[in-house]
T-cell receptor, first 111, second 111 residues
Framework: DAGITQSPRHKVTETGTPVTLRCHQTENHRYMYWYRQDPGHGLRLIHYSYGVKDTDKGEVSDGYSVSRSKTEDFLLTLESATSSQTSVYFC??????????FGEGSRLTVL | SQQGEEDPQALSIQEGENATMNCSYKTSINNLQWYRQNSGRGLVHLILIRSNEREKHSGRLRVTLDTSKKSSSLLITASRAADTASYFCATDAGQGGKLIFGQGTELSVKP
């Protein structure tokens, strides 16, 4: 258990509203990732961070932004949520080369 | 596009039987990892095999890697009902530690 907390765990929102998901870790891991999981697509990387203020895009980054002002926090923001962003979002951390540690997920429904 | 593709998509077996899941990928890799996901939970790392390894064991798990065929298999021996979960392969192609996940195999082990 890498001490990863995602919040909120469940959220229902309306199209066009901004949404921020938070990932908090207690292991001082350098790397942090946001994935989304959808049926038929597995997990797809949205954005990742390799240090404070160092972030980069993944394969499905359109419509999402991230920020990492502290080692322990990685925020995922949907500036204007759309129904296609209804998904389960997972945060993961990585201390070095090798395994990822995952949070329990945040289920987002955009109506 | 997904790096890994898994086969079968779903597998149903009886307790005590062995379960084999396969993963194919497209590009050269540094390592390949297998993860497990119980329903409604985050992913949990099972095992990592490096590109210069051909086989690895961990308890009832056996992983093989054939880099010439760009494929891997996960064998769970003497399965238990508690093994019921989705299993994902993930490849590390050396791009800053990012992992690319397959779509997963849903394993159901019936008592």
């Amino acid at each position: 258990d890498a001490g990863i907390t995602q919040s909120p765990r469940h959220k229902v929102t309306e199209t066009g509203t901004p949404v921020t998901l938070r990932c908090h870790q207690t292991e001082n891991h350098r790397y942090m990732y946001w994935y989304r999981q959808d049926p038929g697509h597995g997990l797809r990387l949205i954005h990742y961070s390799y240090g404070v203020k160092d972030t980069d895009k993944g394969e499905v980054s359109d419509g999402y932004s991230v920020s990492r002002s502290k080692t322990e926090d990685f925020l995922l923001t949907l500036e204007s949520a759309t129904s296609s962003q209804t998904s389960v979002y997972f945060c993961a951390t990585q201390g070095g080369p090798g395994e990822l540690f995952f949070g329990e997920g945040s289920r987002l429904t955009v109506l | 596009s997904q790096q890994g593709e898994e086969d079968p998509q779903a597998l149903s077996i009886q307790e005590g039987e062995n379960a084999t899941m396969n993963c194919s990928y497209k590009t050269s890799i540094n390592n390949l990892q297998w993860y497990r996901q119980n329903s409604g939970r985050g992913l949990v790392h099972l095992i990592l095999i490096r590109s210069n390894e051909r086989e690895k064991h961990s308890g009832r798990l056996r992983v093989t890697l054939d880099t010439s065929k760009k494929s891997s298999s996960l064998l769970i021996t003497a399965s238990r009902a508690a093994d019921t979960a989705s299993y994902f392969c993930a490849t590390d192609a050396g791009q800053g530690g990012k992992l690319i996940f397959g779509q997963g195999t849903e394993l159901s082990v019936k008592p």
